[in-house]
């Protein structure tokens, strides 16, 4: 039975480090486990629990592709939602694992959890039919989740738990796909003896994302925090996609992320990221196709004056972002492979400049007079010279940017983004080697 004495006195040390990479984090990891383990006892009881893990993720290189059934790189990180789960078994399903045998009671087939400082969530398992009026909730997230599961012909049961996250919401490292992937890994532990594959779970995510939750999105988000590590995914089939999990580490390399909130608002432009899908479509369609996958430069150049006049400058602009950060996104993969880190960061700011030049995702035209995603990109290009990369974080627009940069660099290039843009608004992150797991 894990304990608090057992977390302080540094039992789980070794887990927490290939967890958090970062050492320095260790003692605040211990606190914050304790605190954790502490709130489940006050909510909940003494008792035999669960610890379960599933991280945020950063977009590395194809922005704006997986819509286009494209490619993308992407990247768990080192921040985490934690959950300590006690099952409680009920007439639907019983734990396989034998490691914890549950409880049973009033709250069988009850799921209920308790985030950091919000009320209780109740859900039951028999309710899983799509409710409009809770789109944009986290109870939408669970009963998706749940509903997914019931789909594919897996096993669900009750839980109790209390969920706390390091994952930002609003900073584009994805926290709604972390909490989906977190449910769906321990329905997998608890009650099908963590058999269900992370491409399914993720799979899983995203339909309760889309249907429940009421957000259109891709399964980059999904898989990246599903899988873990580094992931390379073909949306070439979108109903089967190829996710490749790469064995490589820019630590290694002397290199660690760095993501800069430039403190811009989102609201008002679901209109500019849905005119990217929109006239990427638009010239898909002239050629008799849904999305761009498979169209190539030479297509386009062949057909530029009909094109333009059919469907103008910008949806030429964005079809050809699209084709060229499809074959960058592979030669990215490629350079990482073959150990060519300065090859990987050139493309990384050839990626940086067309979602600037030819995506146009960087300012909305609706106001030009608030630029920071902008204003971040200038000012790492100053900060950082030769020492690292960037490029515009995620949808775009306003919110956040990437930079990789050398861990020599990597402290200054923070301070000075943080007095442009606040204290806190850069975060150091590393790449974490594993998707959503059971800790304990």
Known sequence: MISSDIISSGGIDNILKDLYIDESQLEYQRKRYINALNRFTQLYGEGDVLIFSAPGRSEIGGNHTDHQNGKVLAAS????????????????????????SGHSGVNAGIIRIVSDDYPMLEVSLSDTDINKDEYST???LVKGVIAGFKKKGFKTGAFDAFITSDVPMGAGLSSSAAFETLIGTIQSHIYNAGKISAEDIAVIGQMAENEYFGKPCGLMDQMACSVGNMVYIDFNNKENPVV???????????YSLCITDTKGSHKDLTDDYADIRREMNAVASYFGQEVLRGITLKDILDNFKELQEKFGDRSILR???????????????????SGNIDEFLR???????????YLQN???????ANQGVSLGLMMSEIFLGDNGACRVHGGGFAGTILAIVKDTAIDEYRRNMDKIFGDGASMILQIRHCGGVRII
Do not use: Q
Request: aromatic share 6%; glycine share 4%.
């Open 77 to 100: 990180i080192n921040l985490d939602i934690i959950a300590v789960v006690r099952p409680v078994n009920s007439k639907e399903s019983v734990s396989e694992e034998g490691s914890l």
């Open 347 to 357: 493309l990384v700011s050839k990626s940086g400049d067309s979602s600037y030049k």
């Open 244 to 254: 490749n999990k790469l064995d490589v580490d820019i630590k290694k390399f002397g």
């Open 362 to 368: 960087i300012y909305s035209t609706k106001d030009t």
């Open 319 to 337: 079809a050809v972002h699209f084709i060229e950060e499809n074959e960058r996104v592979e030669n990215e993969v490629n350079a990482l492979i």
């Open 138 to 140: 986290t109870k939408a």
